[in-house]
């Protein structure tokens, strides 16, 4: 007996495309296994309102999506036009469009400007900017919200001011997730996971 196939989830598929993208051109985005991660911490919270700092090409815009409850919505913030474009195109390709609001701009300048509160916050872009954009939106979080910030490991140096802050100012319960780079097997990476306690 002959079993169906499934159709495909769009957003499956868009996911994979961009994971070969990502392998053959070294396009950093955060590819399955920190994807896997994200996912964990999206599914524990269920969040219905999200934003995210750095959308690339609106891989995990479209991952945390699919892990969120059916009427959440995120907004991605991208400032390389050409990469919120191809966002909007993969999002609208993954029929995500309804959830997702890609907005092309400096982070630091449209941060303040959005609605929240948030319930979950996913920081990939500019590493020395970290705690900016955390201080650009930290009244709009409450008690509970959860900040993963990406790239901890790699680019540790570059976000000390973050990962103090977040690791020991008593206003946070951070925890550090060792995983490995994105499309790499030997180079070690890190992501930060912080729940606001007040």
Known sequence: MQVSKKPTDPADAVMREIEEIGKKS???SIGPVKGKILSE???KLKPRKILEVGSLYGYSAILITKN???NAEITTVEKNPEHARVTEQNV???????QIKVIQGDAMQTLSKLPGPFDLVFLDAE??????YLKAVEDK???GSVVVADNVGVFQDQMQNYLHYVRNTGRYRSRTVETLLE???????????SEKRY
């Open 68 to 70: 969120s409850p059916a």
């Open 26 to 28: 070294f396009i950093p």
């Open 183 to 193: 499309f790499s097997e030997t180079t070690k990476d890190a992501m930060e996971i």
């Open 92 to 98: 609208e390709r993954a029929q995500l469009e309804n």
């Open 127 to 132: 590493k020395t900017q970290y705690l900016d």
């Open 41 to 43: 911490v999206v599914r």
């Open 141 to 143: 979080l409450h008690q």
